[in-house]
C-alpha cells in the first residue's frame, strides 16, 4: 500500500530563511525542512551504507559500524537552542516531532535556581564538570533533564502505538546541545535504550576537513548540512523542494530567455528571406502583359459564376415543378398500406362469429350476436408532424391511465397518422340470469364501459399491430344512451346523438392539389383515399371519415349500423325495443415501418420480441399505483368535449352581419381552421 507525506512550512519562515542570500546575492536552489534533511543524512550515511570502519585507523572491537534499519527503527534528537527536532525513520518511513525543549531550557534553570546571569549559566553548563560543585548544577537543571526524557519517551510510545510491528534499535543525539555533561547517560538511563553521540560521518570523504580540531568540535551540528548536500546531489530518499513556485518560474524565464531571443531573431531573418523572396517573384509578374492576362481571368471567372447561377435557379424551379408532379401522382408503394392496415384493423377487433363460434343464421344466437357485435361508424386518419406534442400532451390523464404501461409514460415521437375509430356496441350490463352462469359458460354482457376496456381495447394492443406500427391505444370519448330504441337509429342515420369530439385534418402543403383523404394514399373502394362526400360514410357527423361501406362489414356483422339482415325485420321493425347503446371514440398512432424495417420473414420473431417486451412492463407496473378512471368519470368528461364542440359549433355558425349581410343559419356547418402539415398529409375537402 503506497503512503503519501505532505510536507508545508509558512511562507514568511522560507523568506526570512533566503533573506540574507538575496542580500548575499545568492540564489537559493532548495529549501528544505530539517526534519527531513536529518533523514536523508541519516538513510544514506547510515542505514544504506556498506559495513566498514568508522573512521580511519579503526579496528578491532573498536571498530563504529552505521546503524542499520534490519536492527530497530532509529531516533535522531537534534537539540536546538530552543527546541528539539525529533525523527523516527527505518529507511522508508519517517515520523517526526518538535520538542519544545532546548539548550537554552538547561541556561534558564541554572540562571533561575543558582541566581546567575545567562551569560554566566550558559558558561558554567558546558563547563559543569569543571566547576566546583558539580552536583548542584546537575541538581539545578534536574527538572529540564525529567521534562525532556518525559517528552521522548512520551514520543516513542506514540510511535510505537501506531506502529506494533516496529522496535526501536538506537537513539543518536545531534547537535551542540547534545554536548551537555550527562545528558547522553541520563537519557540512556530514562529511556531503555541505546543512546550514541554523532562521533562520525562515514561516508563523507575529505581526510583533510574530517580530521580538523573545529569540524570535529562542531560534527554533531552538521547532520543538516549533511542531508542537505545528500540532497543537491540528487542521491536523497526525499526530495522535496519548499522553494516558492514563483521564484522558480522567474528564474525558468530567466534562463530561457537568451533562447527565446534567439529563437525570435531566426525567426525574424527566416519571414525576412520569405519576404525578399515574394517580393522578387512579384517583381517579375508585375508588368502589364500579367495584368491584362489577370483581368481577363477575372471576367471568365465572373461570367461562370453567373452561368451557376442561372443553373441553380432553373434547376430549383425544376425541383418545385417536379415535387409538385410527384404530389398529384399516386404512390403505388403506398397504396396498398391502407387495405392491408384496415384489415388487420378488422382482423383483431372482436367478432362474436369467430370468439364465440356464434351462428348468424340461428334464431337463438341472435340475442348474444347484438351483445358482442362491435359496429364501426367511421375510421378517421389525421397526419401529425409531432404526434406527441400535437396529440398525446392534449390527451387527458385519466384516459391515459387506459393505456398498456409500455406507452403509459413516455410519449410518441415523431410524424404519423392519429387514427380515429368511431363506433358503438350495445352490450348491456349483467342481469341477474348472467350472474348465475356457471363456470365454462361463456359471458356475453358486460356492461357499456366493461366490454371497451376489457374486449375492445385490449383486441388493439396486440404486439402483432404494434410491430406494424399500432401503439399508444387510448379511449378518447364515450357517451351511453340507455333508453336508445331501434327506431333511433333512423332519426340519427345510425350515428351518435351528441358530436363527437375528433382532431381536425391537417393542411396540404402550399401549392397541392386536392386529393384523396389519405393525402398521398391511392383511393380504393370503401378504404383509404375515399372522398369526403362518398355516401354511407357517417353522413354529416363524421366528414372525410374513412369508413365501412356497405358491403364491408366484418366478420361477425361489425360494419356501418345494422349491416346484419334479419329476415323477420319487418315484423320485428314494429317492436319499439329498448337497449343502452354505448358510442365510442378510440385513438392510437399509426407510424407504418419502412420496408427495410420490417421485412416478413422477420415478423414472427419480432412479434415474439414484442409481445416479451410488453409483458415485463406489465409485471414491472403491477406495483405501480394507477387509477383507472370510473364509468361515471368518462362519461361526465365525454359530455363536456361534446359541449365544448357544440359551442364552438355554435359560435362558429353566428357570426356578427355586417351591413348588408345575411344572418347565419343556427347550428350551420363551419370550418375550424386546421393545424399546418407535412408534405403527403391528408387534403381537406
Do not use: C
Not at 547510515?46 to 570502519?53: E, L, S
Not at 518538535?98 to 538547561?106: D, S, W
Not at 359530455?639 to 353566428?654: D, G, T, Y
Amino acid at each position: 500500500m503506497a503512503e503519501v507525506g505532505l510536507f508545508a512550512m509558512k511562507r514568511d519562515q522560507i523568506n526570512r530563511a533566503i533573506l540574507p542570500f538575496k542580500v548575499a546575492g545568492i540564489e537559493v536552489d532548495i529549501v528544505q525542512m530539517g526534519p527531513i534533511a536529518l533523514y536523508n543524512f541519516i538513510t544514506f550515511d547510515q542505514i544504506k551504507a556498506p559495513p566498514r570502519a568508522a573512521a580511519e585507523g579503526a579496528a578491532g572491537e573498536d571498530a563504529k559500524q552505521p546503524a542499520k534499519a534490519d536492527k530497530g527503527s532509529i531516533v535522531l534528537l537534534d537539540i536546538g537552542a530552543d527546541n528539539t527536532d525529533l525523527i523516527i525513520t527505518d529507511g522508508n518511513r519517517i515520523w517526526q516531532r518538535n520538542v519544545p525543549i532546548g539548550g537554552n531550557h538547561f541556561t534558564r534553570a541554572l540562571t533561575k535556581e543558582l541566581k546567575l546571569t545567562f551569560a554566566k549559566a550558559e558558561h558554567l553548563k558546558r563547563n559543569a564538570t569543571k566547576a566546583p560543585d558539580p552536583r548542584s548544577i546537575f541538581t539545578a537543571m534536574r527538572g529540564v533533564f525529567n521534562d525532556f526524557a518525559s517528552e521522548i519517551n512520551r514520543s516513542i510510545g506514540f510511535y510505537s502505538s501506531v506502529n506494533r510491528t516496529a522496535k526501536i534499535g538506537k537513539v543518536i543525539g545531534l547537535g551542540n546541545g547534545f554536548k551537555l555533561p550527562g545528558l547522553q547517560k541520563f537519557l540512556q538511563q530514562n529511556l531503555s535504550q541505546e543512546v550514541d553521540k554523532l562521533e562520525t560521518f562515514f561516508r563523507l570523504s575529505g581526510d583533510d576537513v574530517k580530521t580538523a580540531p573545529q569540524f570535529q568540535e562542531n560534527l554533531p551540528s552538521f547532520a543538516v548540512a549533511y542531508g542537505l548536500g545528500v540532497q543537491g546531489l540528487d542521491r536523497s530518499g526525499l526530495r522535496t523542494n519548499l522553494l516558492p513556485p514563483e521564484i522558480e518560474q522567474v528564474r525558468l524565464i530567466r534562463a530561457k530567455k537568451p533562447w527565446a531571443l534567439a529563437a525570435s531573431s531566426l525567426m525574424m531573418l527566416g519571414f525576412t528571406a520569405l519576404f525578399l523572396g515574394d517580393y522578387r517573384v512579384l517583381a517579375k509578374v508585375d508588368n502589364d502583359p500579367f495584368r491584362e492576362a489577370v483581368n481577363q481571368a477575372k471576367n471568365v471567372s465572373t461570367e461562370g459564376a453567373r452561368y451557376q447561377s442561372e443553373y441553380e435557379a432553373a434547376k430549383g424551379e425544376w425541383t418545385n415543378v417536379n415535387n409538385t408532379g410527384k404530389s398529384l401522382v399516386i404512390e403505388t408503394t403506398d397504396r396498398g398500406k391502407w387495405p392491408q392496415f384496415l384489415q388487420r384493423i378488422n382482423a383483431h377487433l372482436p367478432d362474436p362469429v369467430r370468439d364465440y363460434k356464434l351462428d348468424p343464421n340461428k334464431a337463438e344466437d341472435q340475442k348474444a350476436l347484438d351483445r358482442l357485435r362491435v359496429h364501426i361508424d367511421a375510421i378517421k386518419p389525421v397526419w401529425r408532424t409531432d404526434v406527441g406534442a400535437e396529440w398525446f400532451t392534449n390527451l387527458r390523464p385519466d384516459f391515459k391511465n387506459l393505456m398498456h404501461p409500455l406507452d403509459r409514460g413516455t410519449a410518441p415521437s415523431g410524424e404519423g397518422w392519429v387514427v380515429q375509430v368511431i363506433g358503438h356496441h350495445y352490450n348491456p350490463n349483467p342481469s341477474a340470469e348472467d350472474f348465475k352462469l356457471k363456470p365454462g359458460q361463456p359471458q356475453t354482457a358486460f356492461g357499456p364501459y366493461q366490454y371497451l376496456i376489457k374486449k375492445i381495447l385490449p383486441s388493439l394492443i396486440d404486439p402483432s399491430l404494434r410491430v406494424h406500427g399500432v401503439h399508444h391505444v387510448a379511449l378518447a370519448w364515450m357517451t351511453v344512451d340507455r333508453s336508445w330504441t331501434s327506431d333511433s337509429s333512423a332519426n340519427t342515420n345510425g350515428l351518435a346523438k351528441t358530436p363527437v369530439p375528433l382532431m381536425a385534418r391537417a393542411t396540404p402543403p402550399a401549392g397541392a392539389t386536392p386529393g384523396g383523404e389519405m393525402g398521398g394514399a391511392a383511393p380504393a373502394p370503401g378504404m383509404g383515399g375515399m372522398p369526403a362526400e362518398a355516401p354511407n360514410m357517417g353522413g354529416g357527423m363524421y366528414p372525410g371519415a374513412m369508413g365501412m361501406a356497405p358491403g364491408m362489414g366484418m366478420p361477425g356483422g361489425m360494419g356501418m349500423g345494422n349491416m346484419y339482415m334479419n329476415p323477420n325485420a319487418a315484423a320485428e321493425a314494429k317492436k319499439l325495443v329498448t337497449q343502452s347503446r354505448t358510442d365510442f371514440l378510440i385513438q392510437f398512432v399509426w407510424q407504418p415501418p419502412k420496408p427495410e424495417e420490417l421485412k416478413p420473414e422477420d415478423i414472427p420473431a419480432k412479434i415474439k420480441e414484442m409481445a416479451k417486451q410488453m409483458t415485463d412492463e406489465e409485471v414491472k407496473s403491477k406495483n405501480a399505483v394507477v387509477v383507472i378512471p370510473k364509468e361515471q368519470d368518462i362519461e361526465a368528461a365525454s359530455a363536456r368535449q361534446s359541449q365544448e364542440v357544440i359551442n364552438a359549433l355554435n359560435k362558429a355558425a353566428a357570426p356578427t352581419p355586417g351591413p348588408g349581410a345575411t344572418p347565419a343559419v343556427p347550428n350551420s356547418p363551419a370550418v375550424a381552421p386546421a393545424p399546418a402539415a407535412a408534405p403527403g398529409a391528408p387534403v381537406p375537402k
